[in-house]
Nanobody
Framework: QVQLVESGGGLVQAGGSLRLSCAAS????????MGWFRQAPGKEREFVAR????????LYGDSVKGRFTISRDNASTTVYLQMNSLKPEDTAVYYC???????????????WGQGTQVTVSS
């Protein structure tokens, strides 16, 4: 079992930045791939980014590429999502998730946090 707790969401103006954190506990954090997803009202959950267990491999969704950066610190069992140049369309609940498979499919992530709200005003 892995427990995930997100933090760092909030209200920001367009063009601003936020840094989300996801604190993990439970099974060995460094064995898991970590991902960030988001879900806006009335929309399906969307892949944002993922990072390999070592941190050496990352992948981003097309809508955030070049603006968001995912990173992890295995010593503190935390994964981060640095979000820059935020747009109103980035408004959503952001979730971190873990899996033991290299994938960007939400269905293949086994553990999820409760989510943190990000709201970007125009």
């Amino acid at each position: 079992q892995v427990q995930l707790v997100e933090s760092g969401g909030g209200l920001v103006q367009a063009g601003g930045s936020l840094r989300l954190s996801c604190a993990a506990s439970g099974r060995t954090f460094s064995n898991y791939y970590m991902g960030w997803f988001r879900q806006a009202p009335g929309k399906e959950r969307e892949f944002v980014a993922r990072i390999s267990w070592s941190g050496g491999s990352t992948l981003y969704g097309d809508s955030v590429k070049g603006r968001f950066t995912i990173s992890r610190d295995n010593a503190s069992t935390t994964v981060y999502l640095q979000m820059n140049s935020l747009k109103p369309e980035d408004t959503a609940v952001y979730y971190c998730a873990s899996t033991n498979r290299l994938t960007n499919s939400a269905r293949r992530y086994d553990y999820w946090g409760q989510g943190t709200q990000v709201t970007v005003s125009s």
